[in-house]
């Protein structure tokens, strides 16, 4: 019916030497508010801007702070791609940037005003997200950690900073719109 299916498989990264999964596995049901899958997240502040990571696939897992970068004619980059995967144990998400499938969106110590960062996954709730419907398409993503916070664009030019700040529920700076990618294709 012109729909994507549910769940794709990456080949690009699998479960390897150090026990790190990366697949793309089946979607989320009985109510979670997204499927697994891998997403681009538009910023709703100002939709030329996506949530954005380092390019640098060998880099170590030590703290590689998120951006908002524009996304070229609309075509994703690596350094654009997130995959969400629900962890039903904790019920929430992990969020691991596609460009080194070995870390994970991570929220520090979960204090306001800290950059969102990369960082090895370590199955903490610093790295666990609950993926919060705002009723308009958009979704608000906070640390499981402090849920008090929500990942926050600090502002919309190339390189512009990530941070955790004070869940506002109006805030466009806090609303992301998750825009699935088939990874079937390449």
């Known amino acids: 019916g012109g729909g994507q299916p549910v769940g794709y498989y990456n080949?690009?990264?699998?479960?390897?030497?150090?026990?790190?999964?990366?697949?793309?596995?089946?979607?989320?049901?009985?109510?979670?508010?997204?499927?697994?899958?891998?997403?681009?997240?538009?910023?709703?502040g100002n939709a030329s801007y996506y949530l954005a990571t380092s390019s640098d696939r060998d880099a170590d897992g030590g703290g590689h702070d998120l951006m908002v970068w524009t996304s070229y004619s609309g075509d994703s980059w690596r350094t654009e791609e997130f995959h969400l995967r629900w962890m039903p144990d904790s019920g929430a998400y992990q969020m691991r940037p596609l460009v080194n499938g070995v870390l994970s969106v991570d929220a520090r110590n979960g204090s306001a005003g800290q950059a969102?960062?990369?960082?090895?996954?370590?199955?903490?709730?610093?790295?666990?997200?609950?993926?919060?419907?705002?009723?308009?398409?958009t979704f608000r993503l906070c640390p499981r950690r402090?849920?008090?916070?929500?990942?926050?664009?600090?502002?919309?030019?190339?390189?512009?900073?990530?941070?955790?700040?004070?869940?506002?529920?109006?805030?466009?700076?806090?609303?992301?719109?998750?825009e699935r990618v088939d990874t079937s294709t390449g």
């Open 146 to 178: 402090n849920s008090g916070l929500a990942l926050t664009c600090a502002g919309y030019w190339n390189g512009a900073e990530v941070t955790f700040e004070t869940r506002g529920a109006s805030l466009a700076s806090q609303r992301w719109r998750l």
């Open 11 to 44: 080949p690009i990264f699998t479960e390897g030497d150090y026990g790190f999964w990366m697949g793309v596995s089946a979607a989320a049901t009985n109510g979670h508010p997204v499927a697994d899958g891998v997403y681009m997240l538009r910023c709703k």
């Open 116 to 137: 969102a960062h990369t960082y090895w996954q370590n199955g903490t709730d610093s790295q666990l997200f609950y993926v919060e419907p705002c009723g308009d398409g």
